[in-house]
């Protein structure tokens, strides 16, 4: 089976920098993707790392460490729209996809 | 190009009940997932088609439940008899075939069970 592992909740400051971590415990790994859902709304796609490092899109960075199982989604000059929660999910063997519990994070002024 | 959509939106349903929810991912996507969200947990897995196959439906809860996806297209899970406790938000996602692909999430319907 899978498990996942994020804090559930996260707060910080608008302009501020966010990191949500994430470690996994699986096989047949393939890679991990983030996901942002706001309330009442439909999760959607951040950002996928299948190799090692850092991959960056506009404000939002994720990291992925294959070794130590382990990820982060970063997120830079947080805004008062970024208020949501963010789930990793991994990618896994016949292209299963496997989510964790999700952080909720606030943003405030 | 049209999104995935599910319907209905909403549903409430009695104890006993029996609810099919609908799924039409996006054309072309080989692969279809169903999750459950029950009150801000976890968007727990329930099952993966690819095409018409069943590749993984370890997540379904119990025989209560029943996927199909027909001719690879558009897919239905039905819940009979509805308990109190298969009350959640369920949603639906499609990918293309592939490893490095994006899923693509409808808006989900939010079953209640009285």
């Known amino acids: 089976g899978q498990s996942l592992e994020q804090p559930s909740e996260v707060t910080a400051v608008e302009g501020a920098i966010v990191q949500i971590n994430c470690t996994y415990q699986?096989?047949?790994?393939?890679?991990l993707s983030w996901y942002q859902q706001h309330d009442g709304g439909a999760p959607t796609f951040l950002s996928y790392?299948?190799?090692?490092g850092l991959e960056e899109t506009g404000r939002f960075s994720s990291f992925l460490s294959r070794s130590d199982s382990y990820g982060y989604l970063l997120l830079q000059e947080l805004q008062m729209k970024d208020s949501a929660s963010y789930f990793c999910a991994v990618r896994v063997l016949n292209n299963d996809m496997r989510f964790g519990a999700g952080t909720r994070l606030t943003v405030k002024p | 190009e049209a999104g995935v959509t599910q319907f209905p939106s909403h549903s409430v349903i009695e104890k006993g009940q029996t609810v099919t929810l609908r799924c039409d991912p996006i054309s072309g996507h080989d692969n279809l997932y169903w999750y459950r969200r029950v009150m801000g947990k976890e968007i727990k897995f329930l099952l993966h088609?690819?095409?018409?196959?069943?590749?993984?439906e370890s997540g379904m809860p119990n025989n209560r439940f029943l996927a199909e996806r027909t001719g690879g297209t558009y897919s239905t899970l039905k819940v009979q008899p509805a308990e109190l406790e298969d009350s959640g938000v369920y949603f639906c996602?499609?990918?293309?075939?592939?490893?490095?692909?994006?899923?693509?999430f409808g808006q989900g319907t939010r079953l209640t069970v009285v």
């Open positions: 790392n299948a190799l090692d």
């Open positions: 996602a499609s990918s293309q075939a592939g490893r490095n692909t994006e899923a693509f």
């Open positions: 088609f690819v095409k018409e196959s069943k590749q993984d």
């Open positions: 699986t096989s047949g790994f393939y890679g």
